[in-house]
């Protein structure tokens, strides 16, 4: 293991206490008192609560520095709910991971397999949020149509988009209306930082349009020390998959046509840049608008998944509602934006020497 230095350690430490106090407010309504933390220097083993006198809660350096810091906050939660267990039900005799403490982890939507041997729990949960061959193969024939929408024709571009988004919907009410057992995850896409109206825009995006629901939650990026906002995402493993590939896309892509417009109006500055990009993400926001309503000719309505909404909430059961707020800085520069935007095609993602990792565009 990479030697760590004592004052990053010193952070992880005051961070897991941060994220204790969060997650004892959010699933445990601050019934528990603070425990003592530690880093644990197996490299094998999660995390591990000892009770009794000691009271210590203690973490993988292993897993902290290895993995990203939402698998921290899995393992985090396991073991606040053996905590939970011995000091506020007061229940000593059943196993570990007895009847109790896989009750509490079912009603609060913590994860109870999140404990042993790193490597496994690790292999375990990404063959958990995978998408199952039945539905990569959907996903295989959306990112074929997204190819198409690579045409220099812009009407047939337009047109592959369309049936790209309607076979998604199109996945989704089949689904619904069989009633089949669906898998829901979540998951933190992009970088730990500050929200600003565009990246809100986007999340509003995916939504609505994309199958998911989203939330900006607090984040952490444990090698660099930065706490900030995350979004994450909440869907079947194929729709998070989908949203995960859009939100990047719409991301890099504003940012090639800022480049663009600045290289083609000589501008030297980045003043308009947000007002240019929120005007994109606006104007593409209506053309999906414009699309749904097509799609309601067909009868093709989504209303949502109710059981993905359950998901969400038991992982969510206290959300705030904000808002960002923007000033254009010029309304000519915002105008281009929109029309931009209401041209804009998704185009497909490539795989990166065949496997599963799909590349962006950047």
Known sequence: MTDINDKL????????????????????????????????????????????????????????????????????????????????????????????????????????????????????????????????????????????????????????????????????????????????????????GRRDPAKSTISAILCKYFFVEAIWTFGYDQHRNQSGRVLEIYGTPENVEMAEYVYHYLQNVTELLWREYKKKNTISRNRHRRTFIYGILEGFYHKLEGRESENISKKLVWKGDPRL???????????????SRYSRTCQDTYNSGVSQGKKLIIHKGVREGGSKKIKYLN
């Open 9 to 192: 350690k010193t952070a992880w430490l005051r961070q897991l206490n941060e994220e204790w106090k969060t997650a004892n407010f959010l699933y445990f309504t601050n019934s528990m008192r603070p425990p003592n933390f530690e880093l644990a220097y197996s490299g094998t083993t999660l995390g591990r609560w000892k009770g009794g006198c000691r009271r210590c809660l203690s973490i993988s350096v292993a897993l902290i520095n290895r993995h990203a810091w939402e698998y921290v906050q899995e393992v985090l939660y396991h073991e606040m709910a053996h905590q939970y267990v011995e000091e506020v039900l007061g229940i000593y005799e059943e196993l570990p991971h007895g009847e109790t403490f896989r009750r509490v982890c079912q009603e609060k939507g913590i994860d109870s397999t999140a404990t042993g041997n790193i490597q496994a729990w690790v292999e375990n949960r990404s063959n958990r949020f995978a998408v199952n061959s039945g539905n990569q193969q959907m996903l295989d024939k959306v990112h074929k149509l997204l190819a198409l929408a690579q045409s220099p024709n812009e009407h047939e571009a337009q047109t592959a988009m369309a049936k790209a988004h309607e076979l998604l919907l199109r996945h989704n009410l089949t689904i619904l209306d069989t009633q089949a057992k669906r898998n829901y995850i979540h998951k933190q896409v992009g970088k730990v």
């Open 309 to 323: 909404k359950e998901f969400y909430y038991q992982r969510n059961p206290r959300r705030i509602r904000t808002f």
